[in-house]
């Protein structure tokens, strides 16, 4: 893990092309000015840890690049992925706010570069700046809401189905669209990591795949899936959800 140095105007970690939809498009350029003299910047590699559930919590965390998994550890050490952070998202809001501890650890999943502001500056600009407050309630509503349509994902509707909803969701973000008009996705998760974000056993998520494939909906080698139809594949998806509604 790296510290970079931060010289004054040079490499802002929050310029317009970066904060572009995301909390901190509201920040005034006296404030965005203020925010990259005051971060701090570091590398991480696949593992490396930003903080610790039970941590407190001194600042907020902008992902910068690169992609971080949000954990929760259960009472036997057993850490679920809950949540995945990429460019733009911010880390920590939520503890700030409510001036809490850090209520899930952090940890890079793709080389990132994380920068840190600390409390004192993100409640100054928060002072001026309501419209950034507003943004992070609305975002916390937000996650409220996914939250909610999680637990009715696990509670109403089957691995497979989830699994194939998560592909949709993310096809966009590792999704690559072939010539044949069929999709490839590198999903950068473990199984485990998988079964986490959908609320099942990765058994569960193993045999999901091998149904998915017996009716050649999708292909999998390792983290690659090949979708033939995507299409289709949405098609079923929707299929499925009429008939648990």
């Not at 490396?48 to 407190?56: H, T, V």
């Not at 349509?149 to 497979?160: G, H, I, Q």
Request: hydrophobic letters at 40%; one cysteine or more.
């Amino acid at each position: 893990m790296k510290e970079l140095e931060k010289p004054v105007g040079l490499a802002p970690c929050i310029d317009n092309k970066i904060r572009k939809n995301t909390v901190w498009a509201t920040l005034t350029k006296e404030e965005v000015d203020l925010f990259n003299r005051k971060v701090i910047c570091r590398e991480y590699t696949p593992g490396d840890m930003i903080f610790m559930e039970g941590d407190d919590c001194k600042g907020l965390y902008f992902v910068e690049s690169g992609l971080v998994g949000v954990r929760k550890i259960d009472v036997d050490g057993n850490a679920t992925l809950v949540r995945l952070a990429n460019k733009g998202d911010t880390l920590g809001y939520r503890p700030f706010l409510a001036r809490q501890s850090h209520r899930a650890s952090a940890d890079v999943i793709e080389d990132a570069r994380v920068c840190f502001i600390n409390a004192k500056t993100v409640r100054k600009v928060l002072h001026k700046n309501h419209e950034l407050g507003l943004q992070f309630l609305e975002r916390t509503a937000r996650v409220l809401g996914d939250v909610e349509e999680r637990l009715y994902e696990m509670s109403a509707l089957n691995v497979d189905t989830r699994f194939v909803h998560l592909l949709i969701l993310y096809h966009d973000q590792w999704g690559r669209h072939m010539e044949d008009g069929s999709v490839n996705i590198t999903l950068p998760l473990t199984r485990d990591d998988l079964a986490s974000m959908i609320g099942a056993h990765p058994d569960s998520v193993t045999r999901a795949i091998r149904n998915l494939e017996t009716k050649g909906i999708v292909q999998v080698d390792g983290r690659l899936i090949h979708i033939q139809d995507f299409e289709e594949l949405a098609d079923h998806l929707h299929t499925e959800l009429v008939h648990y509604h």
